[in-house]
Nanobody, 125 residues
Framework: QVQLVESGGGLVQAGGSLRLSCVAS????????MGWFRQAPGKERKFVAT????????YYADSVKGRFTISKDNAKNTVYLQMNSLKPEDTAVYYC??????????????????WGQGTQVTVSS
């Protein structure tokens, strides 16, 4: 069982930056592929980024590639999402998720076993 708690969301102007954090409970954090997803009002939840169990490999949606960076600290049971050059279309609730049997390319929400409560990111133009 894993519990995930996100933080770091907020309101930022276009072109600005935010760093989201997701702290996981439990002693097996390094056993999970970790991912970030986002959901805008009235739209489906979409994949943003994943990071491998070791933290050595990452994978991004085309829409955020080059602007967002996912990282993790297994000693702190924490995964991060650094978001730079933010755009109004990045506005959404951002969720972190853990997949016990996922791979680096697990981009479907159905592959994830545990979810955080979400944190709101709003980018103004």
């Amino acid at each position: 069982q894993v519990q995930l708690v996100e933080s770091g969301g907020g309101l930022v102007q276009a072109g600005g930056s935010l760093r989201l954090s997701c702290v996981a409970s439990g002693r097996t954090f390094s056993s999970y592929t970790m991912g970030w997803f986002r959901q805008a009002p009235g739209k489906e939840r979409k994949f943003v980024a994943t990071i491998s169990r070791s933290g050595g490999s990452t994978y991004y949606a085309d829409s955020v590639k080059g602007r967002f960076t996912i990282s993790k600290d297994n000693a702190k049971n924490t995964v991060y999402l650094q978001m730079n050059s933010l755009k109004p279309e990045d506005t959404a609730v951002y969720y972190c998720a853990a997949a016990l049997y996922g791979s680096l390319y697990s981009s479907s929400w159905s592959e994830y076993d545990y979810w955080g409560q979400g944190t709101q990111v709003t980018v103004s133009s």
